[in-house]
């Protein structure tokens, strides 16, 4: 019986030996290529049917007897490692000890024939069906390996050495860029690293999936390369293509909420599903994972579409009450069943009423089924396709077309010449395999070989470093002694100014008995901070010695020649009083005055200067600014007046005269 409800996904290849023998002469073979609608035959040479399997990727590659692929074991996971990694090998007519094809072929309803076109037709059409078991040699675990992609031998130096850094730091760079990708797939993996002098000299993921499930892929591009290899088993193994349960009863509640439940043969419920987003096909795909319904059953009369459209998908019987279910009858039947909502309830209650309708059947069928046969399988057929017992078991038991024939391909006696070229082959694969050995021998001293150079370069690399250290601490030695100098220097400067300084005030004191003690208050002494000219450049160079600050006493050695501009600049340091040698500009005078400024002739004010240090009296200070500020007023009057007589003018114009 096909579970399958659609066309196939993918391509399905059927291969039968047409001519020769694996073992012998260069076979060829039959090809059917089958995605569930079309048929396409060929027959091929044993490369031709390779290099056509890479080059479409079929889902399956299907056949009666592995072996007509392959001449033993060994051979056989060669083979299973050329196919690409989405490609699953089966054979259809069961594991080590296959049935004939013609009884597996008529047991699932597909067409056969004695040719090899036929047989490769029939075993696709089985695998397109999910019967058969999958041939593997490989678990589902990869190994991806990073690697150098060419040698870090050199010339020696420091060219050597940055090209080993530079490639070791290349294999660390990919291997970080794989982790990445792998993190960032989900997968799960354990890690092995060789660090070396700037980074790795190799790294090796484990990943718990296949070659196809990886997202990185074979690469060798520069300093790098990529190596996938997938792990293999200790031995050939065959695995159902499909795990089911036994053949079932199905009860479906369709609507908004779909409920589907599966019961078994024997009136146990064995699971249920309640499911808002699950279209019919979700639906069907969920009920090939938990069995092969015999019968599918409604709570309703008559079937609603939805159930009867699974029920054709599975070639299924179908069951409906005589009227609609009541709610109390279907909670009694599933009092004893445990569910989460009402529509997994009525689906339960469905499936058991048909079970109880066909329970007598059911137990009848068990009675007259020998031992050995599929009592499922008998079940379906008098249930389903209304056929009697004693038919299905004779159609089961009956093999008109040669059951019991051998599904081996034996070998034919070969000829002398065939047996020395068999033996000559296989010398050939000693030699290879002794070839690679001896590659590998040769890999594994290149590799202790280049471990020896790392370290050697490691050495080297070490020694300079510390060469590079010594050459550093003997120049900075020798800047620090040279800083040291400088610092002495300076100091003996500072030293020599100091005294200087001393000597220049004890001078100045002697000099000027009644100004002994500037730096008393009480002493009538103000401070004068003289500016050689007007100019924004000495203002500024006033401002860079010593400072210009508000509330200063500020002298102006020559006051002409100022614009507005540098008199804006003096005024934003809001002095107290501007001391002046000759007269100011009439743009300058304006700016002070305008920013209540008060200044006045330095020439009544006596001023005593040693260097840039200069004092003057208190109260002659203070007899400027009052002398500022008498000025000030009578200006501030006149400036008034002025305006009054303006305003009575424009005043005396905009009256209309009396002629008018």
Do not use: C
């Not at 870090?152 to 990445?180: A, L, P, Q, Y």
């Not at 401002?543 to 002409?560: N, P, T």
């Amino acid at each position: 019986m096909s579970t399958r409800t659609s066309a196939l996904d993918a391509v399905v290849f059927g291969v039968d030996i047409q001519s020769g023998d694996v073992r012998g002469e260069s076979p060829s073979y039959a090809v059917v290529a089958f995605d569930g609608e079309n048929v396409d035959r060929d027959v091929v040479s044993y490369r031709k049917l390779m290099r056509l399997i890479d080059r479409e990727e079929p889902a399956i590659v299907a056949t009666d007897n592995t072996y007509e692929l392959a001449t033993d074991k060994d051979d056989l996971v060669r083979f299973l490692r050329e196919l690409p990694s989405e490609t699953t090998l089966v054979q259809v007519t069961g594991a080590e000890q296959p049935e004939p094809l013609s009884r597996v072929a008529r047991r699932h309803g597909v067409p056969y024939g004695k040719k090899p076109m036929k047989e490769a037709e029939a075993a696709a059409r089985l695998a397109a069906r999910n019967v058969g078991q999958a041939v593997t040699a490989f678990a589902d675990r990869t190994t991806v390996k990073i690697a150098r992609g060419r040698s870090t031998g050199g010339g020696g130096g420091w060219s050597e050495d940055r090209f080993t850094r530079r490639i070791h730091g290349s294999v660390k760079t990919k291997t970080r860029d794989v982790e990445r990708q792998l993190d960032e797939a989900g997968l799960d993996y354990d890690q092995e690293v060789t660090e070396k002098y700037g980074g790795y000299s190799r790294a090796l993921f484990h990943v718990e999936a296949t070659p196809a499930e990886l997202p990185v892929s074979r690469e060798r591009a520069g300093d790098t390369r990529i190596e996938i290899d997938r792990e293999r088993k200790d031995g050939i193994e065959y695995a159902p293509l499909v795990q089911r349960r036994d053949h079932v009863l199905v009860g479906i509640d369709p609507g908004t909420t779909t409920a589907v439940a599966v019961v078994g043969l024997d009136g146990e419920v064995l699971e249920t599903l309640s499911t808002r987003t699950a279209d019919t096909a979700d639906v069907i795909e969920w009920i090939i994972d938990r069995g092969r319904p015999v019968l599918v059953a409604a709570d309703v009369t008559p079937m609603p579409e939805t159930v009867e459209k699974i029920r054709r998908s599975f070639d299924a019987a179908g069951w409906v009450p005589e009227t609609d279910l009541p709610v109390d009858s279907k909670q009694h039947r599933t009092r004893e069943e445990a569910y989460d909502n009402d529509h997994e309830r009525d689906a339960m209650a469905a499936a058991l009423h048909a079970f109880d309708g066909h329970e007598d059947q059911f137990e009848r069928i068990a009675r007259k089924i020998p031992a050995g046969f599929d009592r499922g399988e008998v079940t379906k057929r008098v249930v389903a396709d209304e056929e009697s017992v004693e038919a299905v078991i004779t159609d089961l038991t009956d093999d008109p077309e040669g059951d019991d024939e051998s599904t081996s391909h034996d070998p034919r006696e070969l000829t002398a010449e065939e047996k020395e070229i068999k033996r000559l082959e296989a010398r050939v694969d000693r030699l290879e395999d002794h070839v690679e050995e001896l590659r590998d021998t040769v890999q594994r001293k290149d590799e202790r070989i280049a471990e020896y150079e790392e370290e050697l370069s490691e050495a080297r690399r070490e020694e300079r470093q510390e060469a590079r250290e010594r050459r550093e601490v003997a120049r900075l030695q020798r800047e620090n002694d040279r800083l040291e100098r400088e610092l002495t220097e300076e100091r003996e400067a500072v030293d020599e100014l100091e005294d200087k300084l001393e000597r220049l005030k004890a001078l100045w004191r002697l000099d000027h008995s009644d100004f002994a003690d500037v730096a008393d208050e009480q002493s009538g002494l103000v401070p004068v901070k003289p500016v050689e000219q007007f100019t924004t450049t000495a203002i500024e160079d006033a401002q860079e010695r010593f400072g210009l600050a508000e509330d200063d006493v500020i002298l102006l050695r020559d006051a002409s020649g100022a614009g507005r501009r540098t008199a804006e600049l003096l005024a934003e340091v809001e002095p107290r009083v501007v001391l002046r040698h000759g007269n100011l500009s009439e743009q300058a005078d304006r700016v002070l005055f305008e920013h209540e400024i008060p200044e006045g002739p330095a020439d009544g004010v006596t001023i005593q200067e040693v260097d840039e240090l200069a004092v003057a009296r208190e109260r002659e200070i203070e007899a400027v600014i009052e002398d500022w500020e008498r000025r000030a007023d009578d200006r501030r009057r006149d400036q008034n007046a002025e305006m009054v007589d303006q305003i009575i003018s424009e005043h005396r114009a905009d009256r209309p005269s009396e002629s008018d």
